[in-house]
């Protein structure tokens, strides 16, 4: 099995990027499954159905999300209606959507990390426990871990090792060299990156983010545009164990 995962879609440069490229890289990279995290996708805070489907139609298989999936309220209809658009599985009861998404053989878990991400989510681990338990072992798992800090990814990857095909963080639009295979056979990445603007600060307009740096008062924070850059995982696996064989970075430029 072969799986592209895309980190962080920021804005209209990402969306048009991401929707030009992935049928290009299906045929490509001869992909099963293409993944993307979306929740930055729609004026750089949040997704919205059309978008959602807009992403679909393209080739996206399952698309993750994060902190901002709640950014707009006319998606959460959406969200609940559709099995392969995710929210982070650790929200309180009774939020809509859903954590877990199947894709034929895949199963993606989009979970949020506490650390530094300024709201009081869930316990991740517990969370996650839960949700892979609740998987058929004989299916591919991947997990975003939509997290801050470095070491609350690295230590979810320790935590599922073994027991799902990969982990891979999302959230900083950094992508990490850090690619490897953790002992019992569970892909890892602490950040898959972003596609984006290349030329912003993770994604948004350079000017913008400089001025609420310097000046310290609320500034708005529009995405850049311009050439794209699109940051990604190829993953590896083995049909019959369905454990990674191997995870390697696959970034690039569209013009």
């Known amino acids: 099995m072969r799986l592209l995962f895309l980190g962080d879609i920021v804005g209209s440069c990402g969306r048009r990027a991401v929707v030009e490229s992935v049928p290009a890289l299906r045929r490509e990279l001869e992909l099963d499954y293409v993944v993307v995290n979306g929740e930055n996708i729609a004026g750089g805070r949040g997704i919205t159905a059309r978008i959602a489907d807009e992403l679909f139609a393209c080739g996206v298989d399952i698309i993750s999300g994060g902190n901002h999936t709640f950014q707009h309220r006319e998606v959460y209809p959406y969200l609940d209606e559709h099995s392969r658009i995710l929210r982070p599985v650790n929200y309180p009861p009774g939020a809509p959507g859903r954590g877990v998404a199947h894709c034929r053989d895949l199963t993606v878990v989009n979970v949020i990390g506490r650390v530094f991400m300024g709201a009081d989510y869930d316990d991740p681990f517990r969370a996650a426990d839960q949700a892979v338990e609740s998987i058929d ?49 569970t892909a890892y990445c602490t950040d898959a990156g972003m596609c984006g603007a290349r030329d912003s600060i993770i994604g948004d307009e350079v000017e913008a983010v400089l001025e609420r740096f310097r000046s310290q008062m609320p500034t708005k924070l529009p995405p850049a545009d311009g050439p794209a850059v699109l940051n990604g995982l190829l993953i590896e696996v083995d049909g019959t164990t369905r454990r990674a064989t191997s995870i390697e970075r696959c970034d690039r430029f569209v013009d």
């Open 137 to 185: 072992a004989r299916r591919f798992i991947l997990v975003d871990m939509h997290a801050e800090a470095t070491s609350e990814k690295q230590a979810m990857g320790w935590h599922l090792d073994g027991r799902v095909t990969a982990v891979v963080g999302t959230h900083t639009h950094v992508p990490t060299a850090d690619c490897r295979l953790l002992p019992k056979g």
